[in-house]
């Protein structure tokens, strides 16, 4: 297949054993492009025959892989991220036409994949083990940290790049292979990409596999297979669950991110532009199609109106359209599916009794019939129960909703089974500590907003947002596996 990276090239094979091969039946699925609704690529539509022959070459790949030396490893990651930056415009333009990507999540992916690159590279050289004390005389502990062999990739549809890289990266770099089954949504970016970005580097046949399908058609497979040794899924609760169950079937490891209801805490002394300013990119930077994403406003009272008028102003503000024209600030969403769950959210907040500030419609694009660009919208008067606050609406909504104290917010906050990220602006930062503390969530940051990734610090959920942990040391733990060996260096005295 070529090496053209264009979404024009060729995308119509999967790329198993180092070669790039017709699904088992032939068939294709049509990748369409959000903005114009034209269709603008084909890819396989793989067989369980095709997801075995990826898993059999994975398990044969890895073992010669895991031998190979820290240094060999790394210059490979180091590689992929050259190869990444060298082609950085070529992504960008593919985000926009599969993800409905504006420019500025297209640029934002490239900067968190690479640092997940350079991230990834560090980890051949710091997969140490250790020696522990005895407490029998005579004896060493080893304790010897490795791969766990073949890691399953499953990645979602709204950042594709970069959630896939986080997982195929370290996975790779600690000497495993990959099996890596991207979004039908985002076949290309979030799997082909992978492949022919990794053809550029010295990485051997076999270490990572990529098979495009229907999760309905070839998900079960991928999930339960049994030479998988590690199962990474970002995506819904709902499928996550179903995807933990499998890789449990198999004492697999789940590494699962899972969905979000993520709050935007707004004390009484915030600075309330300072708050605007990162409420307008927290709520609506990629059509709030971001599981870290603000999904509840929850303001004090004393700064509720303020807050409110200047966020519906910067909303209505903001440049809406196609994801190809250059100012684009919210473009489409992914598809109908998603839009008209998120329309009927705001439909049923407002029926509920809420204000619709802005938005809350669709804004057509021309020449485009069904435009699936859904305008920033602002509800007020909300509260905690209304459909587009107590579900994870992902997309550029914003409920906002009063407190009065600090311990209303909080339980407002805690209302959700969600666990995934948030954030606190407050004036006096003890009182932003004391709420951020209380908050139950995995990740929480103050005087920011929750849209934040750092490959070198760790990054979680709890509750219905996952299990398991990403970045750095932390997903090093998911995908390595410790051995204890002890040597008994003098004879050594038994009961019997």
Same mark, same amino acid.
């Given at each position: ?78 590689? %992929? ?19 409905? !990507? ?35 005389? !005579? ?35 600690? !000497? ?13 970016? =979030?799997?082909?990409? %992978? ?39 970002? =995506? ?94 919210? =473009? ?20 509920? =009794? ?39 609406? %992902? ?63 760790? %990054? ?37």
């Amino acid at each position: 297949m070529s090496t053209d990276l264009s979404i024009d090239a060729d995308w119509s094979a999967q790329y198993i054993d180092g070669e790039w091969v017709a699904a088992g039946d032939d068939e294709t699925i049509a990748v369409e492009d959000p903005s114009t609704r034209e269709v603008v690529a084909e890819v396989p539509s793989a067989t369980e025959g095709d997801v075995d022959a990826a898993y059999e070459a994975a398990a044969a790949a890895q073992e010669e892989w895991a031998e190979a030396p820290p240094a060999q490893r790394s210059a490979v990651i180091q590689q %992929f991220l050259q190869a990444l930056q060298e082609h950085d415009e070529a992504v960008v333009d593919l985000l926009a036409h599969e993800a409905g !990507g504006s420019a500025i999540m297209g640029e934002t992916s490239i900067q968190i994949a690479s640092d997940h690159a350079g991230e990834a590279a560090t980890l051949p050289r710091r997969m140490k083990g250790e020696h522990a004390e005895s407490n029998i005389p !005579g004896k060493e502990n080893i304790v010897e940290r490795g791969p766990k062999g073949v890691v399953t990739v499953i990645s979602p549809w709204n950042f594709p790049l970069n959630l896939s890289a986080r997982a195929v990266l370290p996975a790779i770099a600690a !000497g495993n292979s990959v099996v890596l089954k991207p979004s039908t949504n985002s076949p290309i970016t =979030g799997g082909l990409l %992978f492949a022919k970005l990794f053809e550029k580097t010295d990485l051997p046949e076999g270490v990572i596999n990529v098979v495009t399908g229907r999760g309905s058609e070839i998900g079960d497979r991928v999930a339960s297979h049994p030479e998988s040794d590690v199962v990474s899924f970002t =995506g819904s609760t709902e499928v996550g669950q179903h995807v933990a169950g499998l890789a449990g079937e198999n004492l697999a490891v789940p590494a699962m991110e899972l969905g979000g209801n993520n709050a935007f805490v707004v004390a009484s002394d915030a600075d309330v532009d300072r708050a605007v300013d990162a409420a307008t990119f927290g709520s609506f930077v990629h059509q709030g199609q971001v599981c870290i994403s603000i999904n509840r406003h929850i303001v004090h009272e004393d700064v509720y109106d303020e807050y409110v008028a200047k966020l519906t102003e910067r909303a209505e503000a903001l440049a809406v359209g196609s994801a190809h024209e250059p100012d684009t600030v919210v =473009g489409p969403i992914i598809d109908e599916s998603q839009r008209d769950e998120m329309l009927a959210y705001v439909e049923e907040t407002v029926d509920a =009794g809420a204000t619709l500030e802005t938005g809350g419609e669709t804004a057509e694009i021309d020449g485009v019939d069904d435009s699936l660009v859904v305008r920033p919208t602002v509800l007020s008067d909300v509260t905690n129960d209304m459909a587009a606050a107590c579900n994870e609406h %992902f997309g550029p909504i914003a409920p906002v909703i009063p407190f009065s104290d600090v311990d209303e917010a909080v339980a407002i906050a805690n209302d959700t089974e969600y666990g995934l990220s948030g954030a606190v602006h407050a004036g006096d930062l003890s009182v932003a500590k004391e709420i951020a503390g209380r908050m139950e969530t995995g990740n929480v940051h103050i005087n920011d907003q929750p849209i934040n990734d750092e490959a070198h610090v760790p %990054f979680s959920g709890i509750g219905a947002s996952g299990v398991g942990e990403y970045n750095s040391d932390a997903f090093l733990r998911e995908i390595t596996e410790t051995k204890w060996i002890s040597i008994q260096h003098e004879p050594r005295e038994y009961p019997i």
